[in-house]
């Protein structure tokens, strides 16, 4: 289980899914061959940022051996 708080600090979700649109990521908070919710987590200058943060966000999966892991969205 996945909580992230976004970017502008207004929400915190529980994402299955986080993918890289340009220079957003993309939380996919729901995803069956029917429906898809998903919200933007942040935007950021430039891919190769967002793709920087993606990296961070599997890092924190990685070194978190437990049920759940959280991560808060940078600023930049």
């Known amino acids: 289980m996945l909580w992230i708080i976004t970017q502008d600090g207004k929400s915190i979700m529980n994402v299955q899914e986080v993918t890289v649109d340009g220079k957003k990521l993309i939380g996919i908070i729901s995803s069956s061959a029917m429906d ?3 919200n933007v987590l942040g ?4 891919k190769e940022r ?3 943060i993606l990296q961070a966000i ?3 999966i ?3 051996n437990r ?3 959280t991560f808060t969205m940078p600023q930049e």
Do not use: C, D
């Not at 935007?43 to 430039?46: D, G, L, V």
């Open 43 to 46: 935007k950021y200058n430039s």
């Open 62 to 64: 990685e070194e978190n």
């Open 36 to 38: 898809q919710w998903s």
């Open 67 to 69: 049920m759940y892991t």
């Open 50 to 52: 967002a793709l920087e």
């Open 58 to 60: 599997f890092t924190s």
